[in-house]
């Protein structure tokens, strides 16, 4: 089987080599404020403070426009530290370091560049764990793992005395670990919608108040702008309304990036050929597919610009960023792409990316789906989008179980899968992703057994396979594809 060759692999950092003071921290769920962050940071010296820090937050793309703005500074020769969350394959994902142009390079060949070892997570784990004492010892909550893992990035970063660095938040914004930096180099807020709504608000005003809680006083913003989202015309006008009001009064400038900054793109199978209003002598290439990708390269690229990196750096840098995951073409033959949408305003995205790069012939070759989701979030939705969305049929569609607790088991999800079916077919005339599918919705509840049983039948027969709703689910099975493709061949 021909491939793509996109990466190579190596160890992974397994759950053996993470010291416990993280793993253990995972009972404690997730809870926002930043009183824990706070102390937690006190007592280990404020190892955020003295960091020139690009804060990112939005509900979709974040990870995006962080690996574009991080390659983007590498590209100009900076030493970059990178935090993002959560990880596919490894632990040690989440904290990273480019180490100029050498580094960014690197880093596209072996995904695994960079990250920070298992000597020096044991070794400031050893601190954190400590710190977590004497917080105990004086009556405060134990933190949250994720707290945790954000005061491991700032130590790591400033020990290595990264030139600057990426930060991306967890949830939300306002409340999230990594609002205890005082003062940001800038604060990005990418494509707004509705997720984590449990936590984050039931409306736009609500979700785009919480995002907005990164910007500081006195630093530049700069938004995608919600009307070229999936937003309605009325929540844009809302979201654009709360940003703009929160900077106005902290007096930030903003700089709303939108599909007018685009003045060429040109999308093909492997990625698309950009040209930015702000960098019009340069012609930009990315490897993502996707109107929406085309959005958070110019967002970050924008932000470049303000901030002194020249149109050719950036050109690089885009050029050379990637992010595993995200509409990620993991083989060419059969055409095997991995997607971890996890929300409706994800799932349209993918839907119509693959739509425009693939869509003509997918209609001829249709491709497996398979599809694992998390049961906290909206799959109804999702299941519905993809059916409305796509402009090809599948030939089936493979539930399965995630190997993650909050998994929704494949029966229900299959469930969904058929009672939305039929609930499009008695609404629309045409569903070709849905036509006569009833016996071609499959259940696995061994997502691995799953894909690697689907990727041998579509190198039988040349079917192109999609693997999509969950990072968690995307992880699991680009392990498998990689550390098995000798087996798979």
Not at 75 to 104: M, W
Request: charged content about 25%.
């Amino acid at each position: 089987m021909n491939r793509r060759k996109l990466s190579m692999r190596t160890v992974p950092m397994s759950d053996n080599v993470v010291p416990d003071i993280f793993l253990s921290a995972n009972r404690f769920g997730i809870r926002l404020g930043l009183e824990r962050m706070t102390e937690l940071a006190g007592i280990l010296g404020n190892p955020q403070e003295g960091l020139s820090c690009y804060h990112v937050a939005g509900t979709n793309g974040k990870g995006s426009v962080v690996s574009f703005i991080a390659a983007s500074l590498a590209a100009s020769g900076k030493k970059v530290g990178v935090y993002t969350s959560p990880y596919l394959e490894r632990f040690s994902e989440r904290i990273r370091i480019l180490d100029g142009r050498e580094g960014l390079v690197r880093y596209r060949t072996n995904d695994a560049y960079g990250e920070i070892s298992a000597t020096a997570l044991e070794k400031i784990g050893d601190r954190i764990s400590k710190a977590v004492g004497q917080m105990i010892e004086s009556g405060s909550e134990h933190p949250t793992e994720f707290e945790l893992v954000t005061a491991a990035a700032f130590i790591y970063f400033r020990e290595h005395k990264c030139d600057c660095v990426v930060l991306e938040t967890g949830l939300g914004g306002r409340l999230d670990s990594t609002n205890i930096i005082s003062r940001p180099i800038c604060s990005i807020i990418t494509a707004l919608g509705y997720d984590h709504m449990d936590r984050l608000g039931s409306s736009i005003e609500e979700i785009a108040t919480e995002k907005a809680g990164i910007i500081k006083s006195g630093c530049p913003v700069f938004f995608m702008s919600p009307y070229d989202t999936t937003l309605s015309p009325d929540d844009a006008r809302e979201a654009e309304a709360v940003i703009s009001e929160i900077c106005a009064r902290r007096g930030s400038g903003l700089t709303i990036v939108s599909q007018t900054d685009i003045l060429e793109r040109i999308p093909s199978e492997a990625g698309q050929e950009l040209r930015f209003r702000f960098m019009a002598e340069s012609r930009v290439h990315i490897r993502f597919i996707g109107r929406h990708q085309a959005l958070n390269a110019a967002l970050a690229a924008r932000a470049m610009v303000v901030h002194g990196l020249s149109g050719e750096q950036v050109a690089e840098g885009l050029s050379e960023a990637v992010w595993k995951g995200r509409n990620e073409i993991i083989s060419s033959e059969p055409t095997i792409i991995l997607d971890g949408a996890h929300n409706p305003q994800g799932m349209e995205s993918f839907c119509a990316a693959v739509n425009e790069s693939f869509g003509r012939r997918f209609t001829e070759n249709p491709p497996r789906l398979i599809m694992g989701v998390m049961s906290d979030k909206d799959y109804d939705l999702m299941i519905r989008v993809m059916l409305r969305t796509v402009s090809f049929p599948f030939r089936e569609v493979i539930c399965v179980t995630v190997r993650q607790e909050r998994s929704l088991s494949a029966e229900r999800l299959a469930e969904a899968f058929r009672e939305a079916a039929k609930s499009e077919n008695k609404f629309y005339n045409r569903i070709p992703s849905m036509y006569n599918v009833q016996g071609k919705i499959l259940i696995s509840e061994d997502a691995n057994a799953a894909f690697r049983d689907a990727v041998s039948r579509s190198r039988d027969d040349g079917a192109p396979l999609l693997c999509v709703g969950s990072l968690y689910l995307v992880g699991q099975v680009r392990s498998v594809f990689f550390e098995n493709r000798e087996e798979m061949d």
